[in-house]
């Protein structure tokens, strides 16, 4: 197989370049691409690209695979492999600092922006606030979010406006808030979310979910603040 | 500094899913026909004209050129139409997960192609 990364070295390579490798696959079992890059790194130290879990939790090594974003430790090589090639890029969209490594402020930046924490203004409980089961229910599917960036960097709208679309990881957890019985600023939130770009730059496009390690869909968290927004008489 | 980083944004080496190419395509279909609008516009300009000219256009409405570019405006219009409902359909909350978002592309492509072909039967036949 031959593996091609995206390689471009601050103050060495003036333009990003592919850099191609030749790879032997073991017969006997299956790779991830986390372990392709390991192997590849033992042999040549100066590719740079983040880990941290190599299991799908610490959310580190999102990047583009073959065309799809996904997670390098997650993403078996045979299911990513195509026609013997296995080409490896940063997250579409952001900065590159380093070959795989991209500057993942402006995600963060959009993710500060829909106050990610529980706000209640209602007395503190002698121990903790209590939720029905039927509620907790409501966030599942919400809460699983690592963060990774693999959704965001797979969406139109975020490529084209940045600063201004939230990006379906930030607005997948202002949702997790949203629908969470204990939060009472919902009127707040939605009032921060309520202009043309914050969330309506959402065209449904599905690259979200497409992307998501962790099978989680923001295009119908989206589409429940969008409801919200217009119950609330937006 | 933060500038000089470059940027990977290359739109062929990115993997666009079915409803990616559906949705960029209803975009596409809106521009194209805000710009057939326009020569619709201007057809319809020249028929105001008098007795004569109406008559040319008639007669030009049937050349293999015109009649093309009307086909090729209503299917279009059916395919930005069809994509369209899709959209609002989703906002009804239908058609959210992926399998869903999928089958509702495959149909979008579907309806609007065969809409299309009937288009081309009542124009031409």
Not at chain 1, 154 to 176: E, I, M, T, V
Not at chain 2, 80 to 95: E, N, Q, S, Y
């Amino acid at each position: 197989m031959q593996v091609s990364i995206y390689r471009y070295i601050p103050g060495k390579d003036t333009e990003p370049r592919m850099q191609h490798y030749d790879y032997v696959l073991p017969d006997d079992r299956d790779l991830m691409v986390l372990e392709v890059l390991e192997d590849l790194k033992a042999k040549d130290p100066s590719i740079g690209y983040r880990r941290s879990c190599r299991e799908g939790v610490c959310g580190s090594d999102g990047m583009s695979i073959n065309g799809r974003n996904g997670l390098a430790c997650k993403t078996p090589v045979s299911e990513a492999i195509s026609r013997d090639k296995l080409m490896l890029r940063p997250l579409p969209g952001l900065p590159v600092i380093r070959d795989l490594i991209v500057d993942m402020s402006q995600f963060y930046r959009q993710y500060e922006r829909v106050d990610p924490f529980l706000k209640n203004d209602t007395a503190k409980p002698a121990q903790e606030r209590l939720q029905s089961q039927e509620d907790r229910k409501k966030l599942d599917g919400l809460y699983e979010c690592i963060l990774c960036a693999c959704c965001t960097t797979s969406c139109p709208s975020f490529w084209w406006n940045p600063d201004k679309f939230l990006g379906p990881a930030a607005l997948l957890q202002s949702y997790r808030f949203l629908a969470d019985s204990r939060d009472t600023a919902t009127e707040e939130r939605l009032s921060k979310l309520d202009d043309p770009f914050s969330v309506f730059r959402c065209r449904g496009v599905m690259n979200c979910v497409n992307a998501c390690p962790k099978d989680l869909n923001p295009t119908k968290a989206i589409n429940e603040i969008r409801t919200l927004l217009v119950k609330n008489g937006t | 500094m933060k500038d000089a980083r470059p940027v990977f944004l290359d739109l062929l080496a990115i993997r666009l899913p079915l409803p990616a190419a559906v949705s960029i395509l209803h975009r596409v279909s809106g521009v194209l026909l805000f710009l057939a609008s326009l020569y619709l516009l201007i057809l319809l300009a020249s028929s105001f004209g008098n007795e004569t000219e109406f008559d040319q256009l008639k007669w030009d409405l049937g050349s293999p050129i015109h009649s093309t570019i009307l086909w090729a405006t209503l299917s279009l219009l059916s395919y930005h139409f069809v994509a369209g409902v899709r959209h609002l359909l989703m906002d009804l909350h239908i058609g959210e997960s992926l399998k869903a978002g999928r089958i509702g592309s495959v149909l979008v492509l579907i309806v609007s192609l065969v809409l299309s072909v009937l288009c081309g039967v009542w124009i031409w036949l």
